[in-house]
């Protein structure tokens, strides 16, 4: 999806608040057991030329240093939904979606959708709950209320799982493993920002082929007859530079 200071799919984006890469990091640790690739540079372009800023991978989760706000959260939910649950679990909270919201999405749609919820609910909502007490009283009505939120009871208790710690170094076992395959290949789905709608660039690889070419033409042009290159005008923060310095740097 793409993700701007706008309102999609009924949920605020702004992102222009950036991810705390530490604490990112260490909830994916303690929550999930897994260290996630930290990279300094946006982790691939899209057919539709967006930034991909998070992806899960089978062994692991990559984010970009200048996600914004809560992306791990997005990712965290792809893990679990992928990789952890069982295939029995995963069709109720697919099906009772497209139930509940009358729509005939596909699944990786509605996971999408799904990630982006679990995000709000995270970065808004999560700290109203209690989910270590020891307190049955509390932690039931608390269950009762986040059932309440989510409209299902399966998706409740995903959320409450997830807080809990219940999926903290557990293995995707083979039958998920082959499914994630066969939809996402070895990527696996996308946190996207800064999305551009090209009119006649339509594939990954003509896009790649594209910066290439330009990549060689800017300096083949800029280093001839002792010509010097100016960068003063180059924003470091700038999305459009991103692929040139992944090329450069490969």
């Given at each position: ?28 640790e303690k929550t999930l057991g897994i260290t996630p690739e930290i990279t300094n540079y946006v982790i691939d372009v899209t057919e539709a030329g967006q930034s ?180 003063t005008d180059i924003n470091p923060k700038d999305y459009s530079f991103e692929r040139l310095k992944l090329i450069v740097e490969a």
């Amino acid at each position: 999806m793409t993700v701007e200071d706008s309102v999609k799919d009924g949920i605020w984006y702004n992102a222009t608040e950036k991810m705390d890469v530490d604490q990112a990091k260490q909830w994916i640790e303690k929550t999930l057991g897994i260290t996630p690739e930290i990279t300094n540079y946006v982790i691939d372009v899209t057919e539709a030329g967006q930034s991909v800023v998070g992806r899960v991978t089978v062994d692991s989760i990559k984010l970009y240093n200048d996600a914004p706000k809560g992306v791990e959260f997005h990712e965290a939910w792809h893990r679990v939904s992928q990789l952890c649950i069982d295939e029995k679990h995963r069709r109720k909270i697919y099906d009772r979606y497209k139930k509940k919201s009358k729509s005939n999405l596909s699944d990786a749609a509605i996971d999408e959708i799904l990630a982006e919820q679990f995000r709000e609910f995270m970065l808004n909502d999560a700290a109203k709950y209690d989910f270590d007490t020891k307190n049955w009283f509390r932690r039931i009505l608390d269950f009762i209320k986040l059932w309440a939120r989510t409209g299902q009871y399966t998706l409740a208790k995903v959320y409450a799982d997830i807080n809990r710690g219940k999926y903290y170094g557990v293995k995707p076992n083979d039958a998920n493993v082959e499914r994630f395959k066969s939809i996402y290949s070895d990527e696996g789905p996308n946190f996207e920002v800064n999305g551009y709608q090209f009119k006649t660039i339509t594939k990954t690889k003509q896009f790649d082929d594209i910066v290439k070419s330009l990549t060689y033409a800017f300096f083949q042009c800029s280093f001839v007859e002792g010509k010097s290159i100016d960068y003063t005008d180059i924003n470091p923060k700038d999305y459009s530079f991103e692929r040139l310095k992944l090329i450069v740097e490969a």
